[in-house]
C-alpha cells in the first residue's frame, strides 16, 4: 500500500511536468479571427454573438436537467444500498 506522502509526491510531479511541458509548447493564441458576417448567427455557425444571450440559457437549462436527473439517480442508489446493507446486519 502507497503511503499518502508518495502519493501526494506523485501528483506533485505530474502536475510540475504538465505545466512544464504547457509553457515549454510556448504556443500564443493568433491575435486576429476570421470575421463571419456573411453568416447568421448561431451557435457553431457564425463568431457573432447570438441575440439574447438564447443559446446561453438554453444550454444552462440543459445542465441544469442533466445533474438533477444525476442527482436523483444517485440519490436512489445511495438509499438503495444503505436499505441492503441495513437488512443484511439484522
Known amino acids: 500500500m ?22 515549454a509548447a510556448g504556443a500564443e493564441p493568433p491575435n486576429t479571427h476570421e470575421i463571419l458576417s456573411a453568416r447568421p448567427s448561431g451557435f457553431w455557425t457564425s463568431n457573432r454573438p447570438a441575440v439574447g444571450g438564447a443559446y446561453r440559457w438554453r444550454l ?7 445533474a438533477a436527473i444525476t442527482g436523483y439517480g444517485m440519490l436512489r442508489l445511495v438509499r438503495r444500498a444503505s436499505a441492503e446493507r441495513a437488512s443484511r446486519q439484522r
Open 2 to 23: 502507497r503511503s499518502p506522502a508518495r502519493l501526494a509526491r506523485c501528483v506533485l510531479l505530474a502536475l510540475a511536468i504538465g505545466v512544464a511541458s504547457t509553457a
Open 60 to 66: 444552462l437549462g440543459i445542465g441544469v436537467v442533466i
